[in-house]
């Protein structure tokens, strides 16, 4: 992707590539009809804990930080080490911050009711994502989604104020540890991108305005569970073969969708006969990603329904996940058509 070093965004304001986080979201303040500088500082404050979390992830081998933590979340899922630290650190960052009344996380099994009177936002957070791939030097991530609670401020958190659609997001985004960190989110004004320099402590502007190709040639799915995809999905990968298409399936999440939105592409996680409604969870990995793709003119349907559409009702609830280029996935919904 060519970037123009003053590619100006959807507002024509033109940024070059080497813009702080912070300055950016100083100078983005006025795309917001309420703003008051709480949402820029609850960005600040994610960047902040994804610093400290990158550090972790940097060095989880050499600190005894990687391997199993030795309890299980309210998913079933053996915790991770990191999982339990990326969670500490995004959480007291959260309520350190002051902005946010209420998270909600993958590792835990209630909402955190911070019982912050002023606080007026909600936080969904995967906070350590592609937990398989910790050990082994892989990509892993941290999802975010942010919402602006319903109830007045002051009064106790209500289920209304967390059971929110995703089209209600405010802002979202991810962290991609990787080769490089990034941080790369959307105020619902575009997508940007910002790369963490260590050495400066500081995430710059390194990917202004974001757009996914509307096409691509690389679909992500887990082949390993093909025999327990229904005959929409076996059709549509078969016809992703005899297209010559590639196959790219990192097994994090954040980091397939990261290649795929930059690249072109199709991630899928369809609903299995372990995973009936998919393996994703809406609150906090869905969402956010699918605010992201539309935001960058991609898709992200769980088969029948735009992810943002869907009105939650379990904190943890699940998703069938289909997301990328905006041709991939017009074309694999007609497969998975046929299957009603
Ligand atoms: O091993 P599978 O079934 O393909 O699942 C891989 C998917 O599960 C996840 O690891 C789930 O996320 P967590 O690691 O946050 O639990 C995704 O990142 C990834 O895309
Ligand atoms: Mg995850
Ligand atoms: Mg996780």
Known sequence: MKINPYQPDQTGMAY?????????????????????????????????????????????????????????????????????????????????????CAIVSEEEDAVIDLHNTSGKYVVAIDPLDGSSNIDVNISIGTIFSIYRRITPAGSPIQMEDV??????????????????????????????????????????????????????????INEGSELEWNKGVQDYIRLCKEKGYSARYIGSLVADFHRNLLKGGIYIYPPTQKNPNGKLRLLYEANALALLAEQAGAIATDGKQNILSIQPESLHQRTPLIIGSEKMVQTAMEYFAEEK
Do not use: C
Not at 189 to 204: A, R
């Open 16 to 100: 070059s590539v080497g813009t702080t986080l912070d300055r950016f979201i100083k100078s983005k303040q006025s795309d917001f009809p309420f703003a008051s500088g709480e949402l820029s500082q609850l960005l600040r404050d994610i960047a902040l804990a994804a610093k400290i979390v990158n550090r972790e992830t940097n060095r989880a081998g050499l600190a005894n930080i990687g391997g199993a933590f030795g309890q299980t979340n309210v998913q079933g899922e053996e915790q991770q080490k990191l999982d339990v630290i990326a969670n500490i650190r995004f959480i007291r960052a959260l309520s350190k911050g002051g902005e946010v």
């Open 163 to 220: 059971m929110q659609p995703g089209s209600k997001q405010v802002a979202a985004g991810y962290v991609l540890y990787g080769s490089s960190t990034m941080l790369v989110y959307t105020t619902g004004f575009g997508v940007n991108g910002f790369t963490y320099e260590s050495s400066l402590g500081e995430f710059f502007l390194s990917h202004p305005n974001i757009q996914a190709p509307k096409d691509g040639n690389i679909y992500s």
